[in-house]
Structures are given as structure tokens and as C-alpha cells.
């Protein structure tokens, strides 16, 4: 039977960790679309692309080698051959990434692959995003916004980075990138049929609890 879970959500809503749990406990397959947007930055710097040429942009994206893993408990992106896991996570990809993700030819490549591998598990699966809800699974059995405070998620992401970061560069890599998304993914207000999660206030098992409550709803 199949059972799609859609969860759209801006950066820092803690949407990758409690995708993946909730993909754990239901035990479906689970894909991180924002990893292959990353990967397609990735692959555009190292081949140092000019990233307002948006042709280029665009082949590069229809031409990658792609390799991702659809396992929670399994991390795994390559590259033309290399191992990306970790280097798709710096700031340095954070920062560009935006500007392939509003390529559209980008994102009609990445939305193909994305129902293609829908299509090849089954459609058992929790995809997680930013138009997930909206565009690549409007049809998911489940389809779910989370959401939570700026605050809660400039904490968040601070804490994920190590403390490292100062608050203008939080601000930059979690407020200043969700303006750039917007222009492609309204995920700041529930499409219709969309439930919300808001997690501000919530610990992270009462979120995966609260997502849970509306898969079994
Ligand atoms: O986890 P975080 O919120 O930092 O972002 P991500 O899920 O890794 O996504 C990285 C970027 O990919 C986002 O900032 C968007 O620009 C883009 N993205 C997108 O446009 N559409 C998606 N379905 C997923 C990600």
C-alpha cells in the first residue's frame, strides 16, 4: 500500500531529523530533496561555473552523476565519484544553493529524478523539502508543513553548527536564505489539505509524536 509523506519546511524547522525518525518508525524510505539541490551547488563550484549563467546551470544539473542515499539511517551523497556527505553541509553551499534551486530547468530535472525514485520504492516513502506538498508529491497520502519561530530556528540551526556561528552569519544562512527560496517554494503559509506542525514550543519527540498524530489521523 502506498504511503507518501510530504513534509514541506523553511531551514531550521528541524524537518531532516524528524523526517528521518518518522521514516525509522514507519519504516519507509526516506529522501532529503534538499541534498540533491545541494549537490547540484556542489558540482556547479567545483567545476567553477558562474552560477547566473543559467543554461550552464541547467546542464550541469541534467548531466550529474548522482548517487543518494534513501535510507534514514544511511546518509550517503556522491558526486561524479566522491563522497559529498559532509561537503554539501558547508557554509559555502549553504550560500549558493539558492541560486541553482531558482533555476528552473534545475528544478524540472530534480523533480523528475525525485518521482522517479518515488515511483521505484513503491511510493513508500517520507520525501522532505520545500514544494514537496505543493508540487513534487501533491498527491502524498500525508502532506504536512513544519514550521517553527525565527528564533527557534536560528537556535537550532546555531546548535547543529556547533555553536560556531555568529548571529549575523545564522541570520544569514537561515533568514536571508529562505527570502531567496521564497521566489520558488511558498513554504511559509499550508497549501490547502496541508497540515501544519509548529514545533517552536515543541521538544523533539513531541514533534515526531505530532507528525505521527496526522499520519494516523
Ligand atoms: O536543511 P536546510 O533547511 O538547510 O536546507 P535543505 O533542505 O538542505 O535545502 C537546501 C536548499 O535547497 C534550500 O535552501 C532551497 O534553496 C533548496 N531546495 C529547494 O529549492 N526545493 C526543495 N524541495 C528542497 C530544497
Given amino acids: 500500500r502506498p504511503l507518501v509523506v510530504a ?42 561555473l558562474d552560477l547566473a549563467d543559467g543554461a550552464l546551470v541547467e546542464a550541469a544539473a541534467r548531466a550529474l552523476d548522482l548517487e543518494l542515499s534513501t535510507s534514514a539511517d544511511a546518509e550517503r551523497v556522491v558526486v561524479r565519484g566522491h563522497d559529498v556527505t559532509a561537503a554539501i553541509r558547508e557554509p559555502r553551499i549553504s550560500s549558493a544553493v539558492s541560486a541553482v534551486a531558482t533555476n528552473l530547468g534545475v528544478r524540472d530535472e530534480l523533480i523528475r529524478r525525485q518521482r522517479a525514485l518515488l515511483a521505484a520504492h513503491g511510493r ?11 508540487v ?14 525565527e528564533e527557534a530556528r536560528m537556535r537550532r540551526r546555531g546548535a547543529q553548527l556547533g555553536g560556531t556561528q555568529t548571529a549575523e552569519q545564522l541570520h544569514e544562512q537561515v533568514v536571508a536564505r529562505d527570502a531567496k527560496d521564497s521566489t520558488v ?33
Fill in 7 to 48: 513534509i514541506d519546511g523553511p531551514s531550521g524547522s528541524g524537518k531532516s531529523s524528524i523526517s528521518k525518525e518518522v521514516a525509522r518508525r514507519l519504516r519507509l524510505a526516506y529522501l532529503d530533496t534538499g541534498a540533491m539541490y545541494r549537490a547540484v551547488a556542489w558540482d556547479c563550484l567545483e567545476r567553477g
Fill in 124 to 134: 513508500r516513502m517520507v520525501v522532505e523539502g520545500r514544494d514537496i506538498t505543493t
Fill in 136 to 149: 513534487v508529491a501533491r498527491d502524498a497520502e500525508v502532506r504536512l508543513l513544519l514550521t517553527a519561530s
Fill in 185 to 217: 517554494a511558498s513554504f511559509t503559509q499550508a497549501a490547502d489539505g496541508v497540515f501544519t506542525v509548529d514545533s517552536s514550543d515543541l521538544d523533539f519527540d513531541q514533534t515526531v509524536d505530532a507528525v505521527l498524530g496526522v499520519v494516523h489521523a
